[in-house]
């Protein structure tokens, strides 16, 4: 590494004296020599090839990110508690949000305990009838019942199986 830093200028320097003397050798001839011309060439080429080398960034790995869709966003959401979805029932039985991006024309939810027991199952629903905008608002209710504790919730597209899951929450019932 640091031979790199230290040969490199010289090279370089020596590089461009070099190619200073072609060029002017190339401009005396009037550029007939085609000689002269490929020695102009294979000169520039080494510089831009040293230059390239010793002042590039190590290769950098990328991936494709895409596009952000399906991201539920909750009223209830309580930055103090993890961003845990928190309900305090009965009087937060329906809870509101929008979805960004939405790629389904309905969406379900499960609420399980953490032994995956399923205390409740159910539809979101738009506000506005459908979800067909870039931002649509939405509402689900919840069942009155649910005993105080944390819960897992599960959201799909109504146009797919189980499996696929869209997103899973914290819910916290108070």
């Excluded at 590089?15 to 002017?24: D, K, P, R, T, Y």
């Excluded at 020695?39 to 080494?46: E, F, I, T």
């Excluded at 040293?50 to 209830?76: E, L, R, S």
């Excluded at 790629?103 to 459908?130: C, H, M, P, R």
Aim: glycine fraction near 6%; include cysteine.
């Amino acid at each position: 590494m640091e031979t790199k830093r230290i040969l490199s200028p010289i090279l370089l320097i020596g590089l461009f004296s070099a190619f200073a003397i072609v060029c002017l050798i190339v401009y005396l001839q009037r550029g007939k020599r085609e000689k002269w011309i490929s020695r102009k060439m294979k000169l520039g080429a080494a510089i831009i090839t040293i230059t390239g080398i010793t002042t590039g960034c190590p290769p950098i790995a990328t991936c494709y990110v895409p596009a952000y869709t399906d991201g539920f966003v909750f009223d209830q959401s309580d930055s103090s508690e993890n961003y845990w979805i928190v309900a305090d029932l009965p009087n937060d039985s329906i809870l509101t949000g929008v979805v960004h991006s939405p790629t389904s024309d309905g969406y379900t939810f499960k609420i399980n305990t953490f032994d995956s027991i399923t205390v409740q199952e159910g539809d979101f629903v738009a506000l506005d009838g459908d979800f067909d905008e870039s931002v649509d608002s939405f509402r689900m209710q919840l069942d009155t019942k649910l005993e105080d504790g944390v819960y897992d919730l599960q959201i799909n597209s109504a146009d797919m199986p189980d499996e696929y899951l869209i997103e899973r929450r914290e819910l916290k019932i108070k």
